[in-house]
């Protein structure tokens, strides 16, 4: 990445099942970096969350689902988000969901590990709560923020 060797690498490209090479910058930036090796390790390049709850008396049931917009497979998901208030969670499904004061972290199942590009898998939880409940303000999977689908 020392900018002294800029212009004079071999850049291999591929595309459609071919290959060309040639001499020129490589771009090693490290959000470049990031994203070659976040996708060879099917951590997921970029995602969508939709996050919806039916409510009661002082609970409510929860769904999210995680949608890959990216181009590489994701292997092993973990979603993460921070409650706005006092939302507790008390049961969940299709997901092994711990909470930590408001940090919630809910980890695949075992048997819906893997999100394909354009594909989605969906977990839902129990929770208890009192005041407005508001939607967590942001959701990441495998440390990358996801865009948010309305509701």
């Not at 996050?51 to 993460?80: D, L």
């Not at 969940?92 to 980890?107: D, K, L």
Request: with cysteine; aromatic share 10%.
């Amino acid at each position: 990445m020392d900018p002294a060797h800029y212009g004079s690498e071999t850049v291999r490209t591929t595309a459609d099942c071919g290959e060309t090479a040639g001499t020129g910058t490589l771009n090693p930036t490290w959000p470049n970096f990031v994203t070659f090796l976040r996708g060879g390790l099917r951590m997921g390049t970029s995602c969508e969350v939709s996050y919806s709850t039916g409510a009661w008396n002082g609970a409510f049931n929860g769904s999210v689902t995680v949608r890959n917009t990216g181009t590489t497979p994701v292997s092993g998901w973990t979603v993460t988000w921070i409650w706005p208030g006092d939302q507790q969670i008390t049961d969940a499904w299709n997901a092994v969901v711990t909470q930590t004061g408001a940090q919630v972290v809910a980890r695949d199942d075992g048997h819906n590990s893997y999100i394909g590009p354009g594909s989605s898998q969906s977990f839902g939880f129990s929770a208890t709560a009192t005041g407005s409940n508001e939607r967590p303000a942001e959701f990441k999977v495998n440390g990358i923020t996801c865009t948010t689908a309305p509701s």
